[in-house]
């Protein structure tokens, strides 16, 4: 199965299947982390023969997505006298993309890079679209580029190995492709009548349609941002400790439903049939808010609230996104007040 | 005066005239550094209004050229919560451009950025076509990004105060077009029947003409380089500390010139014309190469150098270009010979 994204900067495939024999008459690096590499690395070198192989392998975690990381690979590469036609290859989850394609559009002014995404999360979701960064000490994601990878490599081997909240993780942001575009994936993910492939096939041809229409986020691509407006603010009230950020999202989905519903567009019913599929899938659905205020002002604290508009992405029906600008603060208090503790 | 850069990524003016008066209704910040500030801060601001108007202040100097300043420039964006809707100006010569064009390419993920440059050569060379970066220890812009700048006003007032070789640096850029696409444009230049104006704006036309071509250096736009193959290496011998950088791409062109005589292009008489421009415009023209087998090595320092292929862009005559690669390197030493101590 393949989807391709074709975008102004990049034309490139989507591949879901097992992961091919992949030959490359270059220099490549795999980046990857001490984790993956322990559980994966011989499946992936088993399928990949390169001119010259380097394996550059960085500490697993969040907190390591920061500048010192993105130069300890760029210096590797200069060590190992990368040049221009030289190739970088992502092998692991959201964290090991995100700072591979920051280093591949930044080393020399851009090279090649290939996305083989091991989380669930990382292949409906960060692999896809080209968005790449890293966190400072002002937040998370705030330096970064728009850089398209070559090709993206999904194989479900590498789930197996995957823990159950990471994966329920990587559901959050399925359903949500799901509720904003597309009832019908919607019920077969209700009904459990849809596999994995499939699954993940659809969510990427959903957000890949979004991409092609706004590869930038200048407009429509901010409609993935359902569940996110809220769920950021949950995860930098809990300090990104409590939860992972499918787990927040899914908890913002519930919020933003709630939002609609006081809008007067989803159903009663609607916003409990989704909360029933994130609770069925794992994932949490509450969360107790200490301070609504509190929580109200760190909505401010988001790069994407341009001009002090917060931008709130609802369902109006399931498979219908609204995007709400300008909203009343009574009316987010409101809908915040629902989760005071 | 205007010309229009025409890429994939962007469409934008370069704008050759007095600077117009400035409105933007957003936040906006001024990266320059302290030499150009001192002079030249007043007629920039008496021309510029912004909803919030912050300027940034970078020692000035090469050595600065790093990512220990880029970090600065964005911690001060931060702190002045500019979002994505923000604007930065870069106001200085190709030192701050270079960096400004940086920062704005992964701040936020792309920001929109505009360049004022104060040199002559940042206004014929830099600014125009969307290079950015830094320098790191492994040697010069080795990490940047290509990102176009939304606008680029060329403003000769600021020449006034611009050294005497700083100003004849440029002019080696300017000549180094000349003589690779316009002969008659070259002919201007040798007889001084030309306007300053005209002459920047003749330049930056060819250099739009390349880059529209070819924003990412994948073909044609590495003609630019004529002079640059052997200048880099005698910058890089000389430490970056004798030579300005238009001054080594003169002496650079002048080796060329003495390649593409050898290869049977060029004739004595087009070499000795090249050579009297460069010298009445104040351009060194002569160098003396200690060691020819170091300076050969140090080709392959280069990163425009990939698969060990050296690339050199030769006049086949004025105002025609030759790619020649793939070229012995015993018709290299006989090049270097001409200039050994």
Redesign the interface.
Known sequence: MKTTINT??KTYDIIIDKLPKLNFDRKVAVITNHKIAGLHINYLTNNLSAKELHIITLPDGEEYKN?QNI?FI??RL?DAKF???SLLIAFGGGVVGDMTG?AA??????VDFIQIPTTLLAMVDSSVGG???IN?K?GK??????YQPNAVYIDTHFLSTLPKREFAAGMAEIIKMAVMFDKDFFEKIKNNSISLEEMIKRAVELKADVVNQDE??KGIRSVLNYGHTFGHVIENLTNYKTFLHGEAVAIGMVMANELSKILGYLSENEAEEIKQVLKKNNLPIDFKIENIEEFYNHFFLD?????NKIKFIIPEKIGKYKIIDDIDKNIILKVLKKFEK
């Open positions: 102004p900067s500048w130069e760029l210096d200069f040049d221009r036609n920051f559009s930044i080393f020399l002014r851009g968005k790449t960064g400072n002002y994601n705030l330096i970064g580029s728009f930038k986020e790069k994407k609230t341009s001009n």
